[in-house]
């Protein structure tokens, strides 16, 4: 039925579950969450937020229960079969790697023919050694996969990290980068074919969202004459906007930078002859 409530799928709990939430709203859409509701609808749009295990994400879109998710690009890639990436939204960066004790002499994909390799990614990790034609037993594992030599159950393990301490604690050291993961946006196949609109006016307002956190927007008074120079430090998305000030000679100059480059280009503007420098964030960006 595509004439029902459009529903996205959230996460409930984990290392998406907030940034996730404070992109919807960020977004504009209007709801409230309790711990223990399934399902939510959102106030000012047609949509049901349903909060869900991030893991389950993927099977929910493929048995057509929701029209959109958002979960982790590696949840994304073990599910058989794989769904489209409708959007990358930025966050939750991690990568998923094989490591192994800190005396093993393992250094390289080939070494580990022959041993297993405890994880809670199979299918990611079975098709990687696969696709080099490297024999390993792939264990399927919940939960502290990091333990998994210290007990015997398997040589190695592949799972996720994001900075890597976890593993260091448990005496292992990464070898091989398997998948660079982050939140990603997915759609079911129904919602493919039949709600392509809704799509992309999610995929749009969201991206709005991840679009003005990269970037900043500059604003400042310069004399007139330093605009030549000014307009080659901060171009702008195609051209900075100035603005005449009611003192003659001087002006105000409106420009959108990336958010990585401000730390660079105060000095430079300082030099050039900007004063009364303004750096405000961006709510919502569409190019």
Partial sequence: MT????????????????????LLRESGLVF?????????????????????????IPELLLDEVADMGITGFDLLSEAEPDLPVV????????QLVVAVPKSSQIDKPEDFSGLRIATSHPVLTKRFFDARSIDVDVISLRGSVEVAPKLGIADAIADLVSTGSTMLVNGLRPVIDILESQAVLAASPLATRDRSDDIERVRL????????????????????????????????LEAPTVVPLAQAGRVAIH??????????????????????????????LIP
């Fill in 205 to 236: 307002a969201l991206m709005a969202v991840v679009a003005g956190r990269r970037k900043r927007y500059l604003l400042l008074n310069a004399p007139e004459s330093a605009v030549p120079t000014i307009a080659q430090i901060i171009p702008g």
């Fill in 32 to 56: 409230e969450q309790t711990e223990r509701a399934l399902s939510v609808r959102v106030r000012n749009v047609d949509m049901d937020l349903l909060f869900v295990r991030t893991e389950d």
């Fill in 3 to 22: 004439d029902r409530t459009f529903r996205l799928a959230v996460p409930n709990k984990g290392r998406l579950k907030e940034s996730t939430a404070r």
């Fill in 255 to 284: 420009s959108v930078v990336d958010a990585g480059e401000v730390w660079a280009l105060l000095p430079d503007l300082k030099v050039a002859g900007a004063h009364d420098i303004l750096v405000l964030p961006i709510e919502q």
């Fill in 87 to 94: 959007a990358e939204l930025g966050y939750g960066r991690c």
